[in-house]
Nanobody, 124 residues
Framework: QVQLVESGGGSVQPGGFLRLSCVASGNIFSIVSMGWYRQAPGKQRELVAV???????HYVDSVKGRFIVSRGNPENTVFLQMNSLKPEDTAVYYC??????????????????WGQGTQVTVSS
């Protein structure tokens, strides 16, 4: 089991910035990637950014060049630096951790864990 605690949400004006933080605990050695999802009213939850234990990253097109996902020290901490925020970034942001374990030779099992969500509001 993995538990996620996230923080850093708030209300900012367009063009502002926020830094989200997430700390994982429990069976952290099973984690293969951590990242951030968001869900706006009336919309499906979407992947925003993800970083693997190897350091590779992926971003949704709408945030490329503005958001940066990174791992902290200790390695079970992940951040999302959000710059040049736009009103369309308004959503509940969720921390995510993907775990992987070998259940038998040649076979792996993946499980996703989620934080409680933190509200980000961008308005003037």
């Amino acid at each position: 089991q993995v538990q996620l605690v996230e923080s850093g949400g708030g209300s900012v004006q367009p063009g502002g910035f926020l830094r989200l933080s997430c700390v994982a605990s429990g069976n952290i050695f099973s984690i293969v990637s951590m990242g951030w999802y968001r869900q706006a009213p009336g919309k499906q939850r979407e992947l925003v950014a993800v970083i693997s234990t190897g350091g590779s990253t992926h971003y949704v097109d709408s945030v490329k060049g503005r958001f940066i996902v990174s791992r902290g020290n200790p390695e079970n901490t992940v951040f999302l630096q959000m710059n040049s925020l736009k009103p369309e970034d308004t959503a509940v942001y969720y921390c995510n951790a993907e775990t992987m374990r070998t259940v038998r030779p040649g076979t792996s099992s993946a499980t996703d864990y989620w934080g409680q969500g933190t509200q980000v509001t961008v308005s003037s």
